[in-house]
């Protein structure tokens, strides 16, 4: 009942920049958070970035400084602008969602989208 649809992802060479977006359609009462998750081959899913409905935000150490979060509350969009971009930064990324109805939580995701990061 609830889509994410990602975009935004690529080939891009060590140090450029790519900008990821996720929209979130269908039937939504309230968004808490949104993120993005990644994972390369052989890896385990990691936590990218995140930020909730009132705008705190986290990141993994791996990416801050280099990463941004940000989220549009009316239109269920969140972003993710990725600068300097480094060869470890290769995987999908997965946007992530978690909802709550009638004091449930549900967690939706997209289906991901390349990053690929190399000379």
């Known amino acids: 009942q609830v889509q994410l649809v990602e975009s935004g992802g690529g080939l891009v060479q060590p140090g450029g920049s790519l900008r990821l977006s996720c929209a979130a359609s269908?039937?939504?009462?309230?968004?808490?958070?949104m993120g993005w998750y990644r994972q390369a081959p052989g890896n385990q899913r990691e936590l990218v970035a995140h930020?909730?409905?009132?705008?705190?935000?986290m990141y993994a150490d791996s990416v801050k400084g280099r990463f941004t979060v940000s989220r549009d509350n009316a239109k269920n969009t969140v972003l993710l602008q990725m600068n300097s971009l480094k060869p470890e930064d290769t995987a999908v990324y997965y946007c992530?969602?978690?909802?709550?109805?009638?004091?449930?939580?549900?967690?939706?995701w997209g289906q991901g989208t390349q990053v690929t990061v190399s000379s």
């Open positions: 992530n969602a978690v909802t709550s109805y009638s004091g449930m939580l549900y967690d939706y």
């Open positions: 269908g039937t939504i009462f309230s968004i808490h958070v």
């Open positions: 930020i909730t409905r009132l705008n705190n935000t």
